[in-house]
């Protein structure tokens, strides 16, 4: 590893950069906690593009912590149904009755980290953006860049690595704009300092980079422990009759897609005529990734623990992302 760079030189940089480049997104208008928390739990699963829908949709049913707070649940999964990791919808009711418990959202890291589902990187992102305290935020944007700009070789999936890296990023933060910097050093590791493909000539901390200077850029962040991606066959059923869809739901207290509707599998309804084939798709579920065959059936008799549903109500229904994408709509 390289000596420490110059961080004095290269926040400026930094900060300088971001007032330039900095994509107008919605929530990047308010400081307000509640709307900066959901799009923070959001983002932590999806993609900026891919997230906007999602978090415009979600504001309009629940534009307050209160009106979270006492939503249906069938109401929350359905709004969150596409976005995957449903603890954390789950997560983010109870946190919400929390805050509305306490009478608003806790002023310092450490209440905000007390909350439901807040982790090091929410209580860091609401403390800082919305409070202006002094704390870095350490996601997998700010660890790639960080790791490039240190030349780190340790393995980002270790602990020490992580705490190595935390550290680092809270020398380079800016302490009278930590809100500021926090965000420019995300949006630098989703716009320039990209996985695969680091744009260095554009990078405003080109000149403060060990691992450009050496040329291997590309190298870092050092991930040693690689999950190998399982594939899963599987083949689902549509079966419709006299405009209702035959579907079953995930049971309480059945993991994170409890209460989930899902379509039947092949395996389930051995009874069933199996008819053509409607689309093929793949979907991946951590390091799980589903060969997904959708076929029409049809059947004498829905056996127990199968519901009948019609139609006109599958939209405001929670679908888990699979079926979604069965069905042939966009998750
Ligand atoms: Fe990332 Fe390249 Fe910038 Fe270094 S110079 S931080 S590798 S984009």
Redesign the pocket.
């Known amino acids: 590893m390289f000596a420490t760079p110059d961080w004095t030189a290269a926040r400026k940089a930094l900060a300088r950069w971001y007032r330039g480049a900095q994509r107008d997104l919605p929530w990047r208008r308010t400081s307000e906690p509640y709307p900066i928390w959901v799009s923070e739990v959001m983002l932590q699963q999806t993609r900026v593009a891919a997230a906007l829908p999602y978090y415009v949709r979600f504001l309009e049913r629940f534009p307050t912590v209160e009106a979270l707070a006492e939503a249906p649940e069938q109401e929350l999964l359905s709004v969150w149904s596409g976005l995957g990791y449903y603890s954390r919808a789950r997560n983010m009711q109870k946190a919400a009755r929390q805050v509305v418990a306490l009478g608003g959202f806790p002023r310092t890291f450490e209440g905000l980290r007390a909350l439901a589902g807040i982790g090091d990187y929410t209580a860091a992102a609401l403390a800082s953006i919305c409070f202006g305290l002094p704390h870095a935020v350490l996601d997998g944007n700010v660890m790639r860049?960080l790791a490039?700009?240190l030349a780190d070789p340790g393995d980002v999936t270790s602990p020490t690595t992580r705490r190595r890296l935390a550290a680092a990023a809270q020398e380079f933060l800016h302490r009278r704009h930590p809100a500021e910097h926090n965000q420019a050093i995300m949006e630098l590791g989703a716009l320039?300092?990209l996985p695969r493909e680091?744009?260095?000539p554009r990078?405003p901390?080109?000149p403060h980079?060990h691992?450009?200077a050496e040329g291997r850029?590309r190298e870092f962040p050092v991930k040693l422990r690689k999950q190998e991606k399982v594939e899963v066959a599987l083949t689902v059923f549509v079966v419709e009759r006299a405009g209702k869809l035959l579907l079953w739901q995930r049971p309480e207290g059945g993991g994170r897609m409890a209460g989930f509707w899902e379509l039947p599998s092949a395996d389930s309804l051995p009874g069933a005529g199996a008819h053509e084939v409607l689309r093929r798709f793949r979907h991946t579920i951590t390091h799980q990734v589903h060969d997904v065959c959708v076929r029409r059936a049809s059947i004498a008799r829905a056996p127990r623990g199968f519901t009948w549903v019609a139609l006109a109500r599958l939209r405001e229904m929670p679908l888990s992302t699979i079926a979604r994408k069965a069905l042939g709509e966009r998750p």
Do not use: E, F, K, S
């Open positions: 860049v490039r700009l320039v300092c680091p744009d260095c990078c901390l080109r980079c691992a450009h850029a």
